[in-house]
Nanobody
Framework: QVQLVESGGGLVQAGGSATLSCAAS????????MGWFRQVPGKEREFVAV????????HYADSVKGRFTISRDNAKNMMYLQMNSLKPEDTAVYYC??????????????????WGQGTQVTVSS
């Protein structure tokens, strides 16, 4: 059973940067495509970014494209989200998730089998 733990959230000023980390245990990360999602109270969880298990493919939500960078280190069982030019609307709880690799790279949360507990990112204006 893969267990995921996020870290790196906190309070950031608008225009600033932050890096989220996701540490995996109990499994081999290279067996999974890895994604970041976020959720604001009262709203559905939304897709942010995904990186394929082989690291050769990434995909971003339009709202973060050009500002966020997803990456992973399979040898260390780690995934990262570098967030630049943060905006107040990026404020949310950020979750990392793992989807056992298959032909498709998934962008909907119901396709992901394993989830972290989430880390809060608050961007002040």
């Amino acid at each position: 059973q893969v267990q995921l733990v996020e870290s790196g959230g906190g309070l950031v000023q608008a225009g600033g940067s932050a890096t989220l980390s996701c540490a995996a245990s109990g499994g081999t990360l290279r067996d999974y495509d890895m994604g970041w999602f976020r959720q604001v109270p009262g709203k559905e969880r939304e897709f942010v970014a995904v990186v394929r298990w082989s690291t050769d493919f990434t995909h971003y939500a339009d709202s973060v494209k050009g500002r966020f960078t997803i990456s992973r280190d399979n040898a260390k069982n780690m995934m990262y989200l570098q967030m630049n030019s943060l905006k107040p609307e990026d404020t949310a709880v950020y979750y990392c998730a793992a989807d056992r690799r298959n032909f498709y790279v998934e962008t909907t949360d119901d396709k992901y089998e394993h989830w972290g507990q989430g880390t809060q990112v608050t961007v002040s204006s």
